[in-house]
């Protein structure tokens, strides 16, 4: 079977492996789409991940060999399918910290979602593998890791109807938690200096857009406001969005860390202002099998709108030009196919 290989940064190749066997509580899928997710990028480009590896966990699959004990699924079977999977026992688990635990970290689909056969564990297909009903879209799909992940972020905090959320970054990310937050009854502003994905919010949910590089942002959202947001998004984290977020949040506000910051971020706290106004800053990492589950069911109900997102699809033997058109911001999300 064909997998992708990452040597370097730009050194990818398509290359010719085994393709996997299976036990027979597990079952073998085929790749029809996978999405490039932020993460895989920080892979790619960190000296310190180890290589040459196949990466990608963002897969939609056709199910094309089960083990004797699998009975949830058959051959021809359309689905989708998340790579991690928490123990639910264990001290992270049992205080919510799900994405903590050590068995969440250690579990992986095989080889990843780069390559044509993909295989999930009998715990992968219990936990977060979900069948595509006929009708539903398979790019849409696609979405449904990405999306869990920003339910997991929205679950820290206490939604009211008509709550301001700021979001920061409207790549596609950003562009999912706007739809998320309007659905779940929430108001957003959207924060980015690339005017036409403010453009783009807009169209998609969101009320109020803001060009940082232009005016005082924290000014605007107490204009737009009154008191200040209610939570803070931060889909892109930096000294600047992180400090700006603490400056224009609401007192008792929340600021939700969700992208990957720099290694070498930092920023000064005035810790008695920190302490006095009540602030929170949290971080929300991955997903989980219940946000998994919801997102499924999001995106199969056609409750928010994944089309602007979606653009043509690559062969994977031309990853190097879906990663330039992602990291050029030309499109929002790369999805491959052989």
Known sequence: ?????????????????????????????????????????????????????VFGHEVVGRVVETGSRVTGFKPGDMVVAAHHIPCNQCHYCLHGSHTMCRHF?????????????????????????????????LLEAVFTEPLACCIRAIDKVNLLEDDYFAVAGTGVMGMLFIQLIKLMGGRIIAIDPDNNRLSMAAKIGAEYTIDPLKGDTGARIKDITGIGADV??????????????????????????????????????????FYKR????????????????????????????????????????????????MLQKKIFKTIFKI
């Open 1 to 53: 079977m064909k997998a992708l290989f990452c040597y370097d940064r730009d050194d990818f190749r398509l290359e010719e492996i085994d393709k996997p066997s299976i036990k027979k509580d597990e079952m073998l899928i085929e790749m029809v789409y996978t999405g490039l997710c932020g993460s895989d990028i920080i892979k790619i480009f960190d000296p310190g991940v180890k290589k040459p590896a």
């Open 105 to 137: 970290k250690q579990t992986n689909i095989y080889p990843g979602s780069f390559s044509q056969y993909i295989r999930l564990s009998a715990e992968h297909i219990n936990y977060t593998t979900f069948r595509i009903p006929a009708g539903a879209g």
């Open 232 to 273: 803070a998004v931060i889909t892109v984290t930096n000294s600047d969005t992180l400090s700006g977020a603490l400056g224009y949040l609401r007192d008792g506000g929340t600021a939700i860390i969700f992208g990957a910051t720099e290694k070498s971020t930092g920023i000064e706290v005035d810790f008695e202002n």
């Open 278 to 325: 009540e602030l929170t800053i949290a971080g929300a990492y991955s997903a989980t099998p219940g946000t998994l589950k919801r997102a499924h069911e999001i995106i199969t109900k056609k409750e928010i709108n994944l089309s602007p997102l979606i653009s043509e699809v690559i062969p994977l033997a031309d990853f190097k030009k879906g990663l330039d058109l």
